[in-house]
Every structure is written in C-alpha cells, then in structure tokens.
C-alpha cells in the first residue's frame, strides 16, 4: 500500500484523449488515473490554511476566516469579475497583484456540464477552467484585454444562459450535447457594445472525456471534516471530484486547505 500526505489543493490536470488528474498534496503529486478500479483511504488529519498555513479551520477557497478577508486572492472580484477596477487604477486590497491578474487576456466562455453556461476565465486557464466544470463540451467566444470586461459581458449573457452548474446532473452525466455555435450565435446580440469587437466567431467547439468507469445513480457527498476517515474503490473522476463504488463524491476543490492522507 502507498501512503501520501499533504495539504489538499485543487487537482491538476491535463488535456489527452481522456484527462489525466493529480492529487496535488504539496510535496506529492499524485496521478489518480493508475489508481482506477483501486480501493483509496483518505483520513483528515488537521488543517493548513493555503495562505498563512496555519492549523486554523478552513472558511473559504482553501483561507482561513482572518486570511479570507485579507488578502487580494479572495478579493470579491474573484468571483464577481465585474466589480474589477484594476482598469483603472482603483485598489481593492492590493492594487500590484490585482493589476497582476486583471490586466491580461480573459475568456468569455461557453461550456456544457450539466446545462450550456456563461463563464470566464483567464486565458492561461484554458482547458483547465473547462475541465475543473465538468465540461464535456466548451467554446471561448471573447477574448478580452481585462477581467472588468469580461465581467460585464458575463453578466449580461447571464440573463439568458445559466452561469452556475448543477453538480448532481454533471456527476450524473445526465447531460445533452448542444451546438454552442448555434448558441453563440444566438447571444451575440445580448452583449454590450464594448465588448463586440472581441467577438470570436470563428472557433470551434473542445469535446473533453473524463476517467469514469461508472457514473453514480445517487449521490452521497463525503464530509471528511465530519467523517473524519472514508475508504471507497475508486470509479471515476470527474471535474474536481473523485467517484466512489457505493456512490459516494468527494469534492477536492471544496476542501482545499484540508491536511490529508491518502492510501492507495
């Protein structure tokens, strides 16, 4: 039996004819692929804020509460890219590392998880954002010089496509393919008149496959802080979350900052 401990972080991956992932515990990196149809143990052991690396219990995004409301990588911008002022010079908590990150090439994004969504990201994170979603299907139909101007077209697009996946129906693969051309096609109208001429109307869409052997009828999802210790045969994964035999999901992302080990 192998045994890896770590800080849980979100799972690398990487785009092949079907994605390869990677428990990424700090020191280890651990690829999960080689450990389908394997019985894994995982057992919490303490915590580690992702920030201060403190045992502190974890509040969002992997920070602890004080580190949450403090530093710039948990500033609301994250998750409400139109509230990005960096455009203009305007601090939220630090302006460098929010110049940093707002002022480069965003993509405005189409993708299919569980129903045809809105999205952005920034444009290094493509496929990873797409694959991190679930995605089976996805288009980029903006490329835009700031994460500001991504926002508003994401809000704008929001009023007639969803910008949230339903993470049961993607866990389920209880999905349809849809033509996000056609669907591009179509929104165009509803976006706001300085983001047109970063109008992408010539891509294609990226079909992904993701390692499942099984895909869950129900689903049960694993509180490892409440539990404290599961063991599970490994059938699929599957945005950030590993697929149990007994239909038990465990999302990797959600528990960020969690201090592990892992046995396979």
């Not at 990677?22 to 651990?30: A, E, K, R, S, W």
């Not at 895909?215 to 509180?223: A, C, H, R, V, W």
Request: with cysteine; aromatic share 10%; hydrophobic share 35%.
């Amino acid at each position: 039996m192998l045994r890896f401990e770590g800080v849980l972080q979100k799972m690398p991956t990487d785009l092949k004819d079907q994605v390869q992932y990677y428990m990424n515990l700090g020191v280890d990196l651990v690829h999960l692929n080689e450990f389908l149809n394997h019985e894994i143990h995982l057992q919490f052991l303490k915590y580690e804020c992702l920030n201060c690396g403190k045992d502190k219990k974890i509040f969002r995004q992997g920070f602890c509460y004080d580190c949450f409301y403090a530093i710039p990588q948990a500033g609301d911008w994250i998750m409400k890219p139109e509230l990005s002022k960096a455009h203009l010079g305007e601090e939220d908590r630090d302006l460098e590392y929010e110049k940093k990150v707002q002022l480069q090439p965003h993509i405005v994004y189409l993708a299919n998880s569980s129903n045809v969504k809105v999205g952005v990201t920034r444009k290094t994170q493509i496929p990873t954002r797409w694959i991190d979603q679930g995605a089976h299907e996805a288009l980029e139909i903006l490329e835009v010089p700031n994460r500001y101007l991504a926002g508003i077209a994401e809000v704008a697009l929001k009023e007639h496509v969803a910008d949230k996946t339903n993470w049961r129906t993607m866990l389920k693969n209880e999905i349809e393919d849809v033509n996000l051309e056609d669907t591009r096609d179509r929104l165009k109208q509803y976006l706001p008149q300085e983001v047109l001429p970063y109008f992408l109307n010539a891509n294609t869409e990226t079909n992904i496959e993701f390692p499942v052997l099984a895909y869950p009828k129900k689903l049960k999802s694993l509180n490892l802080e409440k539990k404290q210790h599961y063991s599970g045969k490994l059938v699929g994964i599957k945005g950030q979350y590993l697929i149990f035999e007994d239909y038990t999901v465990f999302n990797v992302r959600s528990n960020e900052g969690l201090y592990v080990s892992l046995e396979v």
